[in-house]
């Protein structure tokens, strides 16, 4: 049972971006650890179209809605969007499903705190980034730190910008 | 990271896919941990 005054646990996301192979990591009980983590992935391979493991998921229709009704966010249905648009190029298509979405992701924001990490590569994927900075700003109670990924062993050379 | 995400969270993906050659999306799912994990210590220490 809660405590009086202990506040829930954030909701936390990162996304690594990419045009064909993005992911994402949903913590959301306030553990860091692998297995407190649902990972959602985008691929065009068949062997990897299926559940890998049961935190690990390819990302479909039917787990996008999972995790829509576990998280009350509707961050996947943006990240989709997203791809469906920068993939076919329906400018409109995507505006329109845009906007329907950020209505309801503010309801349901205001549930929740959370915090959301995208990394960052100016050269290859500004667009995309400003996209997601665009919508996801608009939200009340979310948090969006941009993170410098880089490519070494060490966590702490993934150094947060703003 | 591939090995340090291997070896402090106990999980091979390579295994897990059935794959000899790291690639996507087993390098993304790590990529997207260890942003989740940056974003989250910074977060702790700015008490965000």
Redesign the interface.
């Known amino acids: 049972m809660k405590k009086s005054g202990q506040t829930s646990p ?1 909701t ?5 971006y ?1 045009l ?8 959301t009980n306030g553990g ?3 297995s407190d ?1 649902y ?1 959602y ?3 065009s391979k068949k ?2 179209m299926g559940k ?2 049961e935190n ?1 998921l390819v990302m479909n229709i039917k787990n996008i809605m999972v995790l829509l009704r576990d998280l009350k966010t509707y961050l996947i249905g943006y990240y989709t969007y997203l791809i469906h648009f920068i993939k076919n190029k329906q400018t409109k298509i995507f505006s329109l499903k845009a906007i329907l979405t950020v209505q309801k992701a503010k309801q349901y924001f205001k549930l929740l705190k959370t ?1 959301v ?3 960052t590569d100016y050269k290859k994927n500004i667009i995309v980034e400003r996209l997601y900075l665009v919508l996801l700003k608009s939200l009340p109670q979310v ?1 969006v ?1 941009l ?1 410098k ?1 880089r ?3 060490n ?1 702490q050379e ?3 910008l703003t | 990271m591939y090995e340090q995400f291997t070896r402090t969270q106990g999980v091979d993906l390579m295994k897990v896919f059935d794959v000899q050659k790291l690639n996507n999306p087993i390098t993304d799912i790590i990529d997207s941990y260890y942003i989740m994990r940056a974003g989250y210590e910074d977060s702790i220490s700015n008490n965000i």
Do not use: E, Q, R, W
């Not at chain 1, 936390?12 to 690594?16: A, F, W």
């Not at chain 1, 064909?20 to 913590?27: F, G, K, R, T």
């Open positions: 954030k936390i996301v990162g996304i690594d990419s064909n192979s993005p992911a994402v990591c949903v913590s860091t650890s692998f983590c990972f992935y985008l691929t062997k990897y890998m493991l690990v915090v990490f995208l990394n948090k730190m993170i990924k490519c070494t062993n966590l993934h150094k947060v």
